[in-house]
């Protein structure tokens, strides 16, 4: 159920293990939003292009984990906590390229979401 995209400018594309950022979120949101691993759904978007700030180099990541609504506020706010560390920790410093990594944990309506396995 939890649906997960990640943004990331192409200038990060070699120093950011998407892979282990993916697997490491999953494992670890698992049991905090009472969800199996099996059911968590990871997307990642290059960005070829962005403009932050004042239009210096910079670099960008930002995360989207959506569940289904209805969880406390403090428990979107640990997920939060949690996956925002797991991008940092996935994410090797590239030598004169400040990185801005943001987060964002939404909710996903119960009467609108499906899902079906084949």
Do not use: C, N, W
């Amino acid at each position: 159920m939890p649906q997960i995209t990640v943004e990331y400018s192409a200038e990060l594309s070699g120093a950011f293990d998407r892979r282990g950022f993916a697997l490491a979120l999953h494992q670890t949101l698992s049991p905090l939003v009472s969800s199996e691993v099996s059911a968590f759904k990871t997307r990642f978007r290059q960005i070829e292009e962005s403009v932050i700030g004042d239009g210096s180099p910079a670099a960008m990541v930002h995360v989207r984990v959506g569940l289904l609504a209805g969880r406390p506020v403090e428990l979107k706010q640990e997920v939060g906590r949690v996956a925002i560390g797991l991008a940092r920790d996935h994410l090797k410093p590239v030598e004169g390229l400040p990185a801005q990594l943001t987060l964002e944990v939404y909710d996903l309506d119960r009467e609108q979401y499906q899902k079906l396995v084949l």
